[in-house]
């Protein structure tokens, strides 16, 4: 299973990036998926997630409808977009695939199959 993130770089605050990530391997279709974050020095932390039936969307507080997730089965692709980024949000960040239910999908140890990470840089 291959998880490719991309759509990462730089950035002005106030900017947006959309961020995909492209699964071979597993279809997505039978998974929920998740994005995660991770900058220099700090743990990793959870951004948004859908799961895999019906599509619900979550989010961590922080990002206050800046950041938008979604999928397309028939590509077997997630989607992260990021708008109204703030120096803040600078991370690499993760997509992950994984049977996470409702108490794990805002959790790492809810998905099984990670990508590389792709650099968001955020400059003020």
């Known amino acids: 299973v291959q998880l490719q993130a991309s759509g990462g770089g730089l950035v002005q605050a106030g900017g947006s990036l959309r961020l995909s990530c492209a699964v071979s391997g597993r279809t997505i279709s039978g998974y929920s998926v998740g994005w995660f974050r991770q900058a220099p020095g700090k743990e990793r932390e959870f951004v948004a997630a859908?799961?895999?039936?019906?599509?619900?969307?979550y989010y961590a507080d922080f990002m206050k409808g800046r950041f938008a997730v979604s999928r397309d089965n028939a590509k077997n692709t997630v989607y992260l977009q990021l708008d109204n980024l703030r120096p803040e949000d600078t991370a690499i960040y993760y997509c992950?695939?994984?049977?996470?239910?409702?108490?794990?999908?805002?959790?790492?140890?809810?998905?099984?199959?990670w990508g590389q990470g792709t650099l968001v840089t955020v400059s003020s």
């Open positions: 992950a695939i994984g049977r996470a239910i409702l108490s794990t999908i805002a959790t790492v140890e809810g998905y099984t199959y």
């Open positions: 859908i799961k895999a039936s019906g599509g619900r969307t």
